[in-house]
Structures are given as C-alpha cells and as structure tokens.
C-alpha cells in the first residue's frame, strides 16, 4: 500500500507556484537559511567543551558518540573564557546572517507582490474582451488589491516554512548524532505535530478558499452599490442592497471564526506535546542512561530547537493554509489569463492610409446571429453613420472595427490587410473612441483630457490640451469654472453635465490625435443645447480625420458623407443622409419622419 503524505504534496505544489512568482532568488534565500542554521549548530556545538570543563567526562563512554565526545574535550585546551568568546563571536555572526536573512527576504517578498500585481493588471489589459467580460469588474478589483496581499502573506508564510524545515533538519541531524537514542523521542513529537497538522491543515484551506470566495463577492457587491448610489438613495432602495452586503459578511466573519479557532487549537498543543517529550528525554538520557550532562545537556538543546523550529512550520504552516485559497487563485487566474491574450503579432505596419472595409462579414454570439453577411467601406477622412433600433448589432460591428472581436466569418480590411493580421496595439492607437457611458476621472479637466498625469502642467501638453478643448467646445465651459482647466470633476464626472461629460471625453479623443474618431450613441440622452455643441464638433472635424457614428438620433448624422442602416444584423439600406430621407417606403425615411428631422 503506497503511503500517502497530502502535506507533501502541498509543499511541492506551493513551492512550484512561489517559484513561479519569485524566480531563481529564491535559491538564494534558501542558502542565507542553511548558512544560518549551520553557523548556529556550530554556536550550539561550542557548549560541549565548555560544558565538559564543568563536569568530569565518565572514563568508560557507552557508545561512539560518547567516544567522539570524550577525545573532542580532551584535545580542547582553550580556556573558558576563550571559549565563551569564541561562542559569542560564532552568535555574533549568527545575528549578522539573521539580518540579512530577514532583509532580503523581505525586500524579495515586497517586490514579488508589486511585480504580481503590476503583472495582473498588463494582464487584464492584454486579454481577450470575450473572455474579460466573463467576469464582473468587482472579482478583478478584488484579485488585483486584496487576494494579491493575501497571496504575498501565502509566499511570506512559506518562506517561513523552508526555514524551519532546513533549520529543523540540521538539528535533528546533529542532535541524533549525539545521542542516537533521541530519535525515538524525535520522531514521535515529529509524528504527533504532523497528524495534528494534517488534520488541521486541511480545515484552513477550506475555510481560506471560501474566505477568498465570499472576499471577491462583497468586491463586486459594493462596487455595485457604490454605483447605484443616486439611484438607491432618489427610490429609498439602499435597505435589500444593504442586507445582501451584510449576509455575505457575516458569512466571510464566520468563516473567519472557524479559521481562528483551527489556529488557536495548533498554537494550543504544541507546548504540552514538546514538554512532555523533553520530559521524556531527559528521563531516559539522565536517570535510565547515565550519560555526560554535557553531551545531554547539549543534545537535549538541539532536540528542544529541533520541535522549536518543528513548532514554527506547524504555526506557519498553518498560517499558509489559512491564506492558500488567495495563493491558488492568483496563480490560476494569472495562467488563464496568459491563456487567453489577445495575439499582438501581426505586422507592425498598421497605418490607416487608404480604406476599411468589412466584406462579407457575420457575428455569431453563442448560436444567435447578431451580424449577418455586413458589407462596408470606410475611406480616409470621411464621415459615415451606422443607424438602427436598439439590438440591431451596431455597436458589435464598431467591435468588429476596432479588432475586440472577431468576425465568425467573413474579414475585416485595414488598406487591404486582413485586420487580424495587423498588430492591434498598433492600429488602436489611431482610434478615438467615445461610448455613451463616459468615461471621466475623479481628477482635474486638464488630466482628464491628456491621461498623462505627469506631464499635464508641461507647456506643450498643456497647449494641446487647451486645443483638444477647443476643438470639442469644452473651452466654453471651462473657463467659467473657478480653477479652470484644475478643476476636479468628482467620481465618474458628477459635477458636470452630461453634455460637459461628453464634450470632455471627445476632447480626451482629440488630444490623442486620432485617424479615427468612433462616437458610439455620444448623444443619445443629452439636451438640445448639448447635442448641437456636439454637431459642432463633428462638423469641425470633417474632412480631417475618419468619423464613424453610432446613432439611433437623426439630428445629429445630418451632414454626414454616407449613411448604413442595420435592421436584425442585416443592412438594409445605405446611401447620402438626403437620399434616403427621401427614398419612398424607405425605413430610414420612416424614421425620420417619426424624429421629425429633415436633410438640411
């Protein structure tokens, strides 16, 4: 029957998900380990000579280690005082190697967690958007800030581990040596730590790995209510989202209460199992055996740090398992990530020179169809408008455009280059993009526009900011502010407007430069007044840049080179703004007629 040791293969698995993280230094600190425990057996080592001037050596040893003693002390002819010298110098350096020891473990495990987390968050912003929506933005912020210091405390609490494991060790070995009859009583405080760990061991990694669950719930919980806030407090409605966030505490504090409790009962036992096994040795070493204090003495001090140190990976053990979910999960969800990122290996060359253009492209989602056998052409510096009912699949085909999906079937052609072929990262940085739901920062107008939170106060910036503002008709705003382009707009823009909000994010667009502007449904619940500062806009642009309108808002496509109008992920009409307006029985003349907008 072959034994099987759950511990062990704990071990190795935490040890091959730390190496990963940490990298071949970790050698290095499981050599300052064995440097440093060593130098202590040598400082423990050096009691026997001063010991044995204490106390006669006995003239007939029992055994080879008693032999190896009695030549050892007689060939010793260094004084006491010298003795006691050397000790403390061997402890001296004992205490150096501990500092180092401990300083570079430290610095290694705070690079370590900056070097995940930094890692996690390129991560996210390489992967695939199909896969990135899978998960709620709450799970991410919760992997990323609280189950990365978890996982860092799950590394720190393993270092520990392999120190008292390498330490203990040596101690054993050693004090074995001197008194090979210690290793009876070795190995059974050994075997009792051992079942009482693996017992205990296996209930705080259950109960970790619910912690990590129920931490990633109220994640996402309380970002969910800290973004219904207006609403829950207009309609009164904060009481059952309140009640959902303290179920799942109260589930995370009960489970920690468990995991506590497993805690105290290892802390609790290990003091009772290690005075009853010194108890032990000194009864058979001194009473039934007979030996040298001085070799008991010393031998009995490196068993008593060997279940000392045994003690350490018990409590440090323990603590691993207590912050193993957090561990597991980081490295799962790192894996699966690296598993799916988005390819970034096309050709360089991504310029947008000539055209973009979708021949024959369809979009399956699961088995539904959204786009259907789409035909398009977007030449250079022109304006186009994509127009349909809410669910007609527009904004899946701006999707399609930017490379965040990819065509079921058919291709997208950037200058007659098949898009997947052509490095995204590339191609999208000639992109402008402005969604319906803006994205604005809980900072000033000036780092709202640029993104370059550094270099927002340098001259050149600051011009191309005052521009970009310009352009958009954000300047007209903004000067009535009272710190002008410092004015910081509050958590998602709520000192603004929502036509102030759009305007900023086309500003944001425009001091990138970009060779195509995408405006997704920017106007759709903006006032009268707003959306003409918008047409504004628009109208500044043509003819200097791409344009590409996302819009069930007639008004604001008026001017616009050519209009495509979607109906069930099929288009089934396109030409100029006034022709179809005027096309009889048209649908796109339907729907003007219900908006009440006429080509200008």
Not at 242 to 269: E, H, P, Y
Request: some cysteine.
């Amino acid at each position: 029957m072959r034994l099987h040791l759950p511990i062990v293969g704990d071990f190795f698995r935490y040890f091959t998900i730390i190496r990963t993280f940490v990298g071949f230094e970790f050698a290095l600190l499981v050599l300052l380990n064995l440097a440093s425990a060593i130098v202590e057996s040598i400082g423990i080592l050096l009691f026997i000579p001063f010991l044995a001037q204490l106390a006669p050596t006995p003239a007939n040893p029992s055994n080879h280690a008693h032999g190896l003693f009695s030549s050892f002390v007689a060939s010793w002819n260094i004084s006491i005082g010298a003795t006691l010298g050397l000790l403390v110098l061997v402890f001296v350096l004992k205490g150096v190697l501990l500092f180092f020891l401990i300083a570079y473990r430290e610095t290694l495990l705070n690079r370590t967690r900056q070097k995940t987390r930094d890692g996690l968050i390129a991560l996210y912003s390489d992967l695939d958007y199909r896969y990135a929506v899978q998960q709620s933005s709450g799970f991410y912020g919760n992997l990323v800030v609280a189950e990365t210091d978890r996982a860092g405390l799950a590394m720190e609490e393993f270092c520990h581990v392999v120190s008292a494991l390498i330490t203990a060790s040596i101690f054993f070995s050693i004090a074995v040596f001197l008194y090979s009859s210690l290793s009876v009583f070795m190995l059974l405080g050994v075997g009792l730590s051992f079942v009482l760990l693996r017992k205990l061991s296996a209930r705080a990694r259950l109960y970790s790995i619910r912690i990590t669950s129920l931490s990633g719930r109220l994640n996402k919980g309380l970002i969910q209510t800290l973004q219904a806030f207006k609403y829950a407090k207009a309609t009164a409605r904060f009481s059952p989202l309140r009640l959902q966030l303290a179920k799942i505490s109260a589930g995370t504090r009960q489970t920690r209460n468990k995991l506590a409790l497993v805690n105290a009962a290892l802390v609790a036992v290990q003091e009772p199992v290690l005075v009853i096994c010194l108890a032990c040795v000194f009864y058979y070493a001194v009473i039934i055996g007979r030996s040298h204090i001085a070799l008991v003495m010393v031998a009995v001090l490196f068993f008593y740090r060997c279940m000392i140190e045994m003690g350490h990976f018990n409590r440090h053990w323990q603590w691993l398992s207590s912050y193993a979910g957090a561990l597991e999960q980081v490295w799962t969800v790192v894996w699966e990530m690296k598993q799916h990122r988005e390819g970034q290996d096309g050709e360089a060359s991504a310029d947008f020179e000539d055209k973009i253009e979708l021949r024959d492209v369809s979009y399956v989602y699961e088995v539904r169809p959204i786009l259907q056998q789409i035909n398009i052409r977007i030449c250079k510096n022109t304006s186009i408008a994509i127009v349909g009912a809410s669910g007609a699949g527009k904004t899946t085909l701006v999707d399609l455009l930017t490379g965040v999906l990819k065509p079921t079937q058919g291709t997208v052609y950037l200058d007659n280059k098949d898009l997947c072929d052509v490095n995204l990262f590339h191609y999208r940085r000639s992109i402008g993009y402005v969604e319906q739901e803006t994205l604005v920062f809980d900072d000033t107008i000036a780092n709202n526009i640029s993104m370059q939170w550094d270099q927002s106060a340098d001259p050149e910036t600051s011009a191309r900011i005052r521009q970009a503002a310009r352009s958009s008709y954000c300047d007209e705003f903004i000067e009535r502010l009272p710190l002008g382009y410092d004015t910081v707009v509050g958590e998602r823009g709520v000192k603004l407007s929502g036509g102030q909000r759009q305007r900023l994010a086309i500003a944001r667009e425009l001091f990138k430069e970009p060779k195509i502007l995408i405006l997704d449904e920017a106007t759709s619940s903006l006032d009268s007044q707003s959306e003409t500062y918008i047409q504004q806009s628009i109208e500044r642009l043509r003819g200097s840049l791409t344009i590409i309108i996302i819009s069930h808002r007639l008004s604001t496509i008026r001017n616009v080179d050519y209009v495509y109008v979607l109906e069930q992920g099929h288009i089934i009409e396109q030409g100029t703004f006034a022709d179809l307006s005027r096309l009889p029985g048209s649908a796109f003349r339907q729907m003007c007629e219900l908006q009440r907008v006429v080509s200008s």
